[in-house]
Nanobody, 115 residues
Framework: QVQLVESGGGLVQPGGSLRLSCVAS????????MGWYRQAPGKQRELVAT???????NYADSVKGRFTISRDTAKNTVYLQMNSLKTEDTSVYYC?????????WGQGTQVTVSS
C-alpha cells in the first residue's frame, strides 16, 4: 500500500526558511503531478505549488518568488523550499501525488511562522 510521508515542518521565525520533503513508500506506476497544498485553521485547503512529470511548475501568487518546488522522480520524492517565510504561511502542509490509477495525500506537516 502506498503512503506519502512528509517531513521538515516546524517552528521558524518570520524571514526564515524551511525545506519540506515528501516521499512515497511503495510502488506508484505513473505520477502525473506532484504538489503541495496547505490548510490553515478555519480555512479551505489551498494549492501552494505543483510540478508535472515534464518539470513544469505552478505556484500560488502568494508564494511566488519565495517558494520553490522540485522533485526526484527516481526516488518518488517532492520537495518544497520555503524562504522569506511570513506569519500567514502558518498552516498544515500536505503533499499530493496525482497518479494512475489513483491519487494520494500525505498526512500533513505543521509549519508555524512566529516570532
Amino acid at each position: 500500500q502506498v503512503q506519502l510521508v512528509e517531513s521538515g515542518g516546524g517552528l521558524v521565525q518570520p524571514g526564515g526558511s524551511l525545506r519540506l520533503s515528501c516521499v512515497a513508500s511503495g510502488s506508484i506506476l505513473s505520477i502525473y503531478v506532484m504538489g503541495w497544498y496547505r490548510q490553515a485553521p478555519g480555512k479551505q485547503r489551498e494549492l501552494v505549488a505543483t510540478i508535472t512529470s515534464g518539470g513544469s511548475t505552478n505556484y500560488a501568487d502568494s508564494v511566488k518568488g519565495r517558494f520553490t518546488i522540485s522533485r526526484d522522480t527516481a526516488k518518488n520524492t517532492v520537495y518544497l523550499q520555503m524562504n522569506s517565510l511570513k506569519t500567514e504561511d502558518t498552516s498544515v502542509y500536505y503533499c499530493n501525488f496525482q497518479a494512475w490509477p489513483k491519487g494520494y495525500w500525505g498526512q500533513g506537516t505543521q509549519v508555524t511562522v512566529s516570532s
